[in-house]
């Protein structure tokens, strides 16, 4: 899956909600900053943090703290749940 980065926001800024993998309404979470997103959107088509910070031109370690960050402000644990609510949003399936 190739994702466009804007396509994973609704208002160009960063998103306003995530789903809950579990309850499954949605529940408020802290807007994604533009690099986040770039990050999410790699993060979805499964790469590594090293391929992430090869893709960006940014240290391994940078791109493990995007990643830790994005789990964070979704209220997730795995690169998968946060994965999986990116593609939601890109589905229209998430508001």
Do not use: Y
């Not at 910070?53 to 998968?80: C, D, M, N, P, Y």
């Amino acid at each position: 899956m190739n994702a466009d980065p804007r396509s994973l926001v609704s208002n160009g800024k960063g998103p306003s909600i995530a789903s809950d993998p579990v309850a499954g309404p949605p529940c408020l979470a802290r807007e994604l900053t533009s690099r986040e997103v770039e990050v999410l959107a790699l993060v979805t088509e499964g790469m590594t943090n090293r391929e992430i910070a090869s893709e960006l031109g940014i240290k391994e370690r940078t791109a493990r703290q995007h990643v830790a960050q994005i789990l964070l402000k979704f209220g997730v644990a795995s690169r998968v749940e946060a994965a999986v609510i990116a593609t939601k949003w890109q589905l229209g399936i998430v508001p």
